[in-house]
């Protein structure tokens, strides 16, 4: 019997649950002893000239190793045109911008320290939100001439795509900004010695670090090392090496101690890329049978102070624009503007959660107006499964789909009838109590970008253990389960004698790491292939040691040896091979890649009740079917569905970060920003269903955005029904009680 698809414990929570994980801050090396402590002098200032930087002070403190600033930079390469600085020289541009670094001997010494730096500013008008940045009157960027810094798509809109529809409707609905919030903050540390640095960072993909590092600093490859030990959660905002990650690095080469940085919580909420970030037009035509004919999707994209990948997520939104549905007339645009916030970056679905928010409010809209249920609509409107592969209006090949069975799925799975039921029977008594059904379909890419592959070693030792190096890079998924699996699975060695290491540039020296919904599709096949590879050459071997044709051996896979067919009291075990193979055992590298992304889908039905007096929404019920083709292991695949679940109804319901009139942040520590707890969640009904793709051996495809990407539009889709009846047809996230309070209010009073 394979042990893929089974129910297998998590092997890495005995040793996080007991001695407990290694995370950064937790590192007592050798290497990092004597290390001085890294403090960063924030700007207080949205937007302001710098016009000077007086350090003095600051020198004269005990226990002080150095204060750098931007002027101290130049023993590196020139920056390329429009990079975001690594230290503010001449103009901050938000609120926690890293304008100085403080090194002291010991930690609690460094905000005393940060505090005595004395920097002037001359203030100037902060941009806050997408509609000021749009007017251009304070522009970040002077040079540019404009705070519009990308645009795409269409660059005129066709009316006449909506002239044949009975029905038209249009909306402008907010995506808001949120942070990432993972539990361990950032974190870095780097020694130079030997002409050389090694740097330990909390990131999800050390290969990247290494290549940014080597860019920033005018280093070779070689002379960089990059190790991720534990990481406590990332969610996209810790692909790669942020500004100040690579000024540790320098500060160590310059000072020529060893560095350490931690974050503090506050810093993270302030200065950590956020995400999301859209305004967003919606229009929506078609005929009153349900049909819909025409779809238009205009961006606005809020960057953040500088365009990191707010100039790439809208064209993922755009990709995914249609969703589940096939829709005749298409079109879309975008524009990605520059304020005076915190740099967006990627975060759990990156582009892909907005587009679908959009097109399902989109559809909710059109229902509403043409009185048909929403699950109606879109069951009427859904790509077909004979049209797969897909292509869709905006660029996309969708692998393969089932959406109405998914739909139908769901909708059985939560008694959708009876749910209606029984929110008509509290209308109709006037209930202070009101439910609310909100239903959601969604389709997402995953496995995709510029570098769609993934690498992997596989090596059976002459003791009979494995030793597997990927260049996944986990940060919470179970990849060391997953990874033992499939290579028991393969070569039927038990899961207890293989070892998964990850996250070390020196002993894997390439790979692309963790983000995307990446990992098991191309990293679990990377290493399923070189499992494979090992078996034939293995097979090779046995046949050398019993003298025997290779094509008559079988590998017996409850026992991990090698027989003749029909003479079962003889075989080879591995070690014995791995032996006969030399000191090093059997190994296989392999490289996975792909030109083809997969495109899980699924289907949500969230229920809420408000409460009609205070406007308070409860998220009461969650049904999901979220398909991402065969499971390798149900207790990793429901993990992360619970992850993206929850993250999806926060920022429906609580969370959003937000700037006052002067682009100071009002939501820098977790007393203001609304991060959500078990609490605030019921515990999942989770439907399980598998649609294997073409496009990898496995037939796996990404599931850990899913989540994230069905549930918001269905929470918010059940807040704005539960005031159906009163006439409300929209609400925008986070649907706070006050924002559902004044909603009913507003709605009672045009009544």
């Known amino acids: 019997m394979s042990i893929v698809g089974t129910r297998v414990v998590r092997t890495e929570d005995p040793r996080l649950l007991t001695t407990g994980a290694r995370y950064l801050e937790d590192l007592r ?35 002080v190793v150095a204060v750098l600033t931007a002027d101290d930079l130049d023993d590196l390469p020139e920056p390329s045109a429009g990079a975001e600085p690594l230290l503010a020289k001449d103009v901050v541009r938000f609120v926690g911008e890293p ?42 960027f002077p040079d540019k001439g404009t705070n519009v810094l990308a645009k795409g798509g269409a660059k005129e809109f066709d009316d006449e795509a909506f002239a044949g529809c009975e029905v038209v409707v249009e909306r402008t609905i907010v995506n808001q900004r949120v942070a990432a919030a993972p539990l361990e903050v950032r974190a870095a540390a780097a020694r130079w010695a030997d002409d050389r640095l090694t740097l330990w960072s909390s990131t999800q ?73 859209q305004l967003q037009t919606v229009t929506i035509g078609g005929g009153r049978d349900g049909r819909v004919q025409a779809y238009r999707l205009d961006i606005v ?59 399902e409010r989109a559809m909710d809209l059109f229902a ?116 033992a699996m499939l290579v028991q699975d393969e070569l039927g060695i038990p899961m207890d004698r293989i070892t998964v290491r990850h996250g070390d540039t020196d002993v894997l020296t390439e790979g692309v790491g963790t983000f995307g919904s990446r990992s098991l599709q191309l990293g679990g096949t990377a290493v399923h292939n070189a499992a494979v590879e090992i078996k034939e050459r293995a097979r090779e071997l046995a046949a050398e040691e019993m003298e025997a044709d290779p094509a008559d051996l079988v590998l017996d896979l409850e026992s991990g040896t090698w027989t003749v067919r029909g003479v079962p009291g003889r075989g080879v075990p591995w070690a014995q091979l791995a032996e006969r193979a030399g000191p090093d055992g059997l190994s296989a590298d392999t490289t996975f890649a792909t030109d083809q992304s997969t495109f899980p889908f699924g289907a949500h039905v969230a229920v809420v009740e408000v409460d009609m007096e205070t406007g308070r929404p409860r998220l009461v019920r969650h049904v999901t079917v979220d398909d991402a083709g065969p499971v390798v292991n149900p207790i990793l695949a429901e993990g992360q569905r619970h992850g993206g679940i929850a993250q999806g109804a926060a920022q429906a319901l609580f969370e959003e970060v937000a700037y006052d009139e002067y682009g100071n942040p009002v939501t820098a520590t977790l007393l203001d920003y609304t991060f959500i707890s078990a609490a605030e969640l019921p515990s999942f009904e989770l439907v399980p269903m598998e649609t294997p793709t073409t496009v990898n051996p496995l037939g796996v495809k990404g599931i850990g955005e899913a989540g994230t990407i069905g549930s918001t539009p269905a929470v918010q889709s059940a807040v704005v029904d539960a005031l159906g009846h009163l006439g409300v047809r929209h609400i925008d996230m986070p ?9 009913i209010n507003e709605a009672r009073t045009a009544q």
């Not at 090496?241 to 919580?265: M, Y």
């Not at 304020?339 to 970056?345: F, Q, S």
């Not at 190096?469 to 990874?483: C, D, I, R, V, Y």
């Not at 649907?735 to 559902?740: F, G, K, L, Q």
């Open 29 to 63: 090396l050798p290497e990092l002893q004597g290390a001085a402590y890294a403090t960063f002098v924030r700007s207080p200032m949205a937007h302001a000239r710098i016009t000077g930087i007086d350090v003095s002070a600051a020198l004269e403190e005990p226990g």
């Open 99 to 140: 304008v100085a670094i403080v090194l002291t001997e010991e930690h609690y010494q460094g905000e005393d320290v940060a505090e005595l730096v004395s920097v002037d500013y001359d203030e100037l008008p902060a941009v806050v939100g997408i509609p000021q940045a749009l007017t251009d009157e304070t522009l970040l």
């Open 301 to 359: 994209q809020d960057c953040g102070a500088y365009v990191r990948m707010g100039g790439m997520l809208p064209f993922l939104t755009m990709l995914m624009a249609t969703g589940v549905y096939d829709l005749p007339r298409v079109e879309t645009a975008f524009r990605s503007v520059v304020t005076n916030t915190t740099p967006i970056g990627a975060y759990r679905g990156a582009g892909r959660p907005e587009a679908t928010a959009a097109i």
């Open 735 to 743: 649907a706070s009680p006050e924002r559902v309070w004044t909603a």
């Open 205 to 277: 993909n050390v290969h990247g670090v290494r290549d940014e590092l080597t860019g920033r600093l005018g280093l070779g490859k070689e002379a960089v090392r990059v190790i991720a030990p534990d990481v406590g959660g990332g969610f996209g905002a810790k692909i790669g090496a942020d500004r100040e990650t690579v000024v540790v690095g320098w500060a160590a080469r310059r000072t020529g101690r060893p560095v350490r940085w931690v974050e503090t919580r506050n810093e993270n909420l302030m200065a950590m890329s956020h995400g999301r970030g």
């Open 368 to 483: 509403a107006e043409i009185g048909m249920d929403p699950a109606e609509v879109r069951r009427r409107n859904f790509v077909a499964p004979d049209k797969f592969p897909y292509q869709t209006p905006t660029g996309a090949t969708y692998d393969t789909g089932e959406y109405a069975k998914a739909l139908d799925t769901v909708l059985e799975a939560a008694g959708y009838d009876e749910l209606r039921a029984e929110q008509r029977r509290r209308r109709e008594r006037d209930d202070p109590i009101q439910l609310g059904i909100g239903v959601s379909a969604y389709v997402e890419i995953t496995g995709g970008g510029p570098e769609a592959g993934e690498t992997a070693r596989v090596s059976v030792h002459p003791d009979g253990t494995v030793t597997v190096w990927t260049g996944s890079s986990p940060h919470g998924q179970g990849h060391a389960t997953a990874w």
